[in-house]
């Protein structure tokens, strides 16, 4: 829903053919929905693994599921905190 939003204001556009104010909200509106798809697609990965332990019969299978779903699940914990934190840390090219 919030990349139908995102694609009225502007998403998939040159920056030129946007308005300003439609591309304000549009990046809002984006900045908003990154950590909401990270988390949404982590899930689905995260389903995909649970029902392939239910169909693992040996070990060494339940364990290699069960380290990528560990994996994949501190890896987009990393990626959200990583997101969160670095659009403060941005500053102009000309500060430099």
Do not use: W
């Amino acid at each position: 829903m919030l990349t139908v939003v995102q694609a009225r204001h502007g998403a998939g556009k040159h920056r030129g053919d946007v308005p300003p104010h439609d591309y304000e909200f549009g990046m809002l509106v984006n900045f908003v929905n990154q950590p909401i798809y990270l988390f949404a697609i982590c899930f689905v990965k995260l389903a995909v693994g649970a029902a392939l332990m239910r169909i693992a019969t040996k070990p060494l299978y339940r364990r290699s599921i069960l380290g990528v779903m560990i994996f994949m699940l501190i890896y987009t914990i990393g990626c959200f905190f990583v997101s969160s934190i670095a659009p403060f840390y941005v500053f102009p090219l000309g500060t430099y």
